[in-house]
């Protein structure tokens, strides 16, 4: 009789070995991403801050828009704001921090400035973290949205400006855009558009003194110890592999 093991059983064995591999290297992932990213100073947490998630699908990831709560499972929804919210309300207890996510599917920055005030200034944050950008380049490839890198860039500036007018000592994290080539979504023919939208972010982050993540350079580095698909969904989306990571290189944006 033959010993072969079943095939599901190969996959299985075969994703639990890559899957303990990529677990093995986080640490050196995240380390390696930052090592090659600008240095930047780090967010303080102070006592009963507002920490609010901004941004597109990435950040709303399953969150239930009915609710509002700080700290609650259903508002932070069940991607890397939730894992990053279960750090920060861990390691950080007595600061008794305020945690929101009001991040929306499918928006660029001209749909978060629509929702600004009621989404963002009305919360009263004393520490913002945006990531938003994906959706300002990938719309245009559908023809369904006219927005150029330049329209992301002002667009982006004139929400900083106004953010800053209304909280002008608020923290801010702004993450960067990112996308894993030849995951379904992403192709060829992102490159090199998709890497002015990267630098931007980065140029606006540096122009509003906001802490920057380097969300591209920390997959570039995990795809060395798993495959792209292990990390992302579709190119665009993380998976839960990769919203962990998401997770950990935000954790290193903040001090307490």
Same mark, same amino acid.
């Not at 059983?9 to 640490?27: E, Q, S």
């Not at 609650?72 to 996510?101: C, E, M, P, W």
């Not at 990769?242 to 954790?251: H, P």
């Given at each position: 009789?033959?010993?072969? %093991?079943?095939?599901n059983?190969? #996959?299985? &064995?075969?994703?639990?070995?890559?899957?303990?591999?990529?677990?093995?290297?986080?640490?050196g992932? %995240?380390?390696?991403?930052?090592?090659?990213?600008?240095?930047?100073?780090?967010?303080?947490?102070?006592?009963?801050?507002?920490?609010?998630?901004?941004?597109? @699908?990435?950040?709303?990831?399953?969150?239930?828009?009915?609710? @509002?709560?700080?700290?609650?499972?259903?508002?932070?929804?069940?991607?890397?704001?939730?894992?990053?919210?279960?750090?920060?309300?861990?390691?950080?207890?007595?600061?008794?921090?305020?945690?929101?996510?009001?991040?929306?599917?499918?928006?660029?920055?001209?749909?978060?400035?629509?929702?600004?005030?009621?989404?963002?200034?009305?919360?009263?944050?004393?520490?913002l973290s945006?990531?938003v950008?994906?959706?300002?380049?990938?719309? #245009?490839? =559908?023809?369904?949205?006219?927005?150029?890198?330049?329209?992301?860039?002002?667009?982006?500036?004139?929400?900083?400006?106004?953010?800053?007018?209304?909280?002008?000592?608020v923290?801010?994290?702004?993450?960067?855009?990112?996308?894993?080539?030849? &995951?379904?979504?992403?192709?060829?023919?992102?490159?090199?558009?998709?890497?002015?939208?990267?630098?931007?972010?980065?140029?606006?982050?540096?122009?509003?003194?906001?802490?920057?993540?380097?969300?591209?350079?920390?997959?570039?580095?995990?795809?060395? &110890?798993?495959?792209?698909?292990?990390?992302?969904?579709?190119?665009?989306?993380? =998976?839960?592999?990769?919203? =962990?990571?998401?997770?950990?290189?935000?954790?290193?944006?903040?001090?307490?």
């Open positions: 009789m033959s010993k072969l %093991i079943p095939s059983r190969r #996959t299985f &064995v075969r994703d639990a070995a890559v899957g303990t591999i990529a677990a093995l290297a986080v640490p992932i %995240i380390s390696s991403a930052f090592a090659s990213a600008p240095k930047t100073k780090k967010v303080t947490l102070a006592d009963n801050d507002v920490v609010l998630f901004q941004g597109d @699908s990435i950040t709303e990831w399953g969150r239930d828009k009915t609710k @509002s709560t700080a700290n609650d499972f259903g508002a932070l929804g069940s991607g890397y704001v939730l894992l990053t919210a279960t750090v920060l309300l861990r390691d950080y207890a007595a600061k008794n921090l305020q945690i929101h996510n009001t991040g929306i599917s499918g928006n660029k920055v001209y749909q978060l400035a629509d929702r600004w005030d009621t989404d963002t200034l009305a919360l009263k944050p004393n520490v945006i990531m950008g994906v959706n300002d380049y990938w719309h #245009t490839l =559908s023809g369904n949205y006219k927005g150029t890198i330049e329209t992301y860039r002002t667009d982006y500036k004139k929400l900083l400006d106004r953010t800053k007018q209304a909280l002008p000592d923290k801010l994290i702004i993450g960067e855009p990112f996308a894993l080539k030849d &995951v379904k979504a992403v192709d060829a023919s992102w490159y090199p558009a998709f890497d002015t939208y990267r630098q931007a972010a980065q140029d606006v982050a540096d122009e509003f003194g906001a802490v920057f993540v380097p969300y591209q350079k920390v997959m570039d580095e995990a795809v060395k &110890v798993a495959p792209a698909k292990y990390w992302s969904l579709d190119g665009v989306h993380p =998976s839960p592999a990769g919203a =962990s990571l998401m997770a950990e290189a935000w954790l290193k944006a903040v001090k307490g």
